[in-house]
Every structure is written in structure tokens, then in C-alpha cells.
């Protein structure tokens, strides 16, 4: 059983959509997420981290939690091409075990 | 600034043979980490170090060993490599108190086993 999972895709969206991200976590006493992107050949990068349930926004990226669902969204606005790349989820349950799901892979089409 | 660096960037090696992968951060980072990300797999733990000095399993620690140097520096050893070996090594590194913050990884190391 998959600690963290998502949707592998891939998630197409036109340009300028709104792109939504989706991934849930098997374990309850998590309580730090984080959503990552990653470029073809390139490093992850982190660019969103939240703790507590609710909303978290930074620009054109929304993040939510429920913890109580053991969900957590990621919503990207206005979608750009340079938006098209991989979006990892990542939660870490505690004693410096983050667990990582395999990635949803997000195309923006102009 | 250059946060985390890796090196190699690439690497192929015959099986059996050995080398080591380098990592140093530049962020004062207590915790540093070694991942292997596989087609379909995401990235899974190999090796940690929450300080200087210390260091602990991950989810697939077997075949590797890690060496904290000091604060900036976390080393990965791949004794005698095994096609199964074949990945692309991120090195992490976080700072790690009362609550978990997220990591900035190196460039990276793809590796083939042959």
C-alpha cells in the first residue's frame, strides 16, 4: 500500500485554466505537506508548503488540506506553458520520513 | 548562492565496481538526505543524516552506505554496483527543528549499472 498517492496523469489544460493537482496520504499523524516541481531532467523544486487544514496561497498557486479526509490539493490559476512539468506531492510523517507520491505530470497547452 | 551541489552528473559503471557520490550544502542545513527516483516509483529514502555525526536507514538503504563528513558535506557509497543500481541520486538537504520544512535537492546523478 502506497503511502502517498496520486493521479499519474497526464493532466492536460489549456492555456490560461485553472490546473488542479490532486493527492491523499495513508498515514493520519502527518502533519507537514509540501507540493514539488520537477522539469524533464531536471531536480525537484519546492513550491508550496502547509500545515494546517484550510487554504494556502502564493501567486498563482493554491494549496488545501484536509486532514481529516487525508487530502491535499494543489490549484495552479491562469496556467502558462512553463507550467507543463511534473508536480509532486510529498508528506512527511514525522522523524524525517517524507514520503513522496510518484508524481502527476501536468501539460499546458498554448 | 549555491545550495545543494552533487557530483557526478553522470556516471556509468560495469557491475561490481564502486565509486562514491558527492553532496555539499552551502544553507548551515542540520538534516541532509540521499533519494533514487525510478520511472513510476517517485523518490524513495536510501540514507539520512539529522546532524553531524549521525546517520540512519531509509526506505531502501540495502547496497549503499553514507558518510556525513561534517555539516556541509553527505557522501553516498555504492560498494560493488548492481544493474538494479541504475537511477538518477538526488541528495536533499533541510533544516529540522520542532517542525519539518521542505527540502532543496541537488542537480542530480544519473547512474547506469552495466
Known amino acids: 500500500q502506497k503511502e502517498v498517492e496520486q493521479n499519474s496523469g497526464p493532466l492536460s489544460v489549456p492555456e490560461g485554466a485553472i490546473a488542479s493537482l490532486n493527492c491523499t496520504y495513508s498515514?493520519?499523524?502527518?502533519?507537514?505537506f509540501f507540493w514539488y516541481r520537477q522539469y524533464s531532467g531536471k531536480s525537484p523544486e519546492l513550491i508550496m508548503s502547509?500545515?494546517?487544514?484550510g487554504d494556502k496561497e502564493d501567486g498563482r498557486f493554491t494549496a488545501q488540506l484536509n486532514k481529516a479526509s487525508q487530502y491535499v490539493s494543489l490549484l495552479i490559476r491562469d496556467s502558462q506553458p512553463s507550467d507543463s512539468a511534473t508536480y509532486l506531492c510529498a508528506v512527511n510523517q514525522g522523524d524525517n520520513d517524507m514520503r513522496f507520491g510518484a508524481g502527476t505530470r501536468l501539460t499546458v497547452k498554448p | 548562492n549555491a545550495g545543494v551541489t552533487q557530483t557526478p552528473k553522470f556516471q556509468v559503471l560495469k557491475t561490481g565496481q564502486s565509486m562514491t557520490l558527492q553532496c555539499a550544502q552551502d544553507?548551515?542545513?542540520?538534516?541532509m538526505y540521499w533519494y533514487r527516483q525510478d520511472p513510476g516509483m517517485g523518490l524513495r529514502l536510501i540514507y539520512y543524516s539529522a546532524s553531524e555525526g549521525t546517520t540512519d536507514k531509509g526506505e531502501v538503504p540495502n547496497g549503499y552506505n553514507v558518510s556525513r563528513l561534517n555539516k556541509r558535506e553527505f557522501s553516498l557509497r555504492l560498494e560493488s554496483a548492481a544493474p538494479s543500481q541504475t537511477s538518477v541520486y538526488f541528495c536533499?538537504?533541510?533544516?529540522?527543528?520542532?517542525?519539518?520544512?521542505?527540502?532543496?535537492f541537488g542537480s542530480g546523478t544519473r547512474l547506469t549499472v552495466v
Open positions: 498515514d493520519r499523524v502527518s502533519q507537514s
Open positions: 502547509i500545515y494546517s487544514n
Open positions: 536533499a538537504s533541510s533544516w529540522t527543528g520542532d517542525s519539518y520544512y521542505g527540502y532543496t
Open positions: 544553507m548551515n542545513h542540520n538534516s
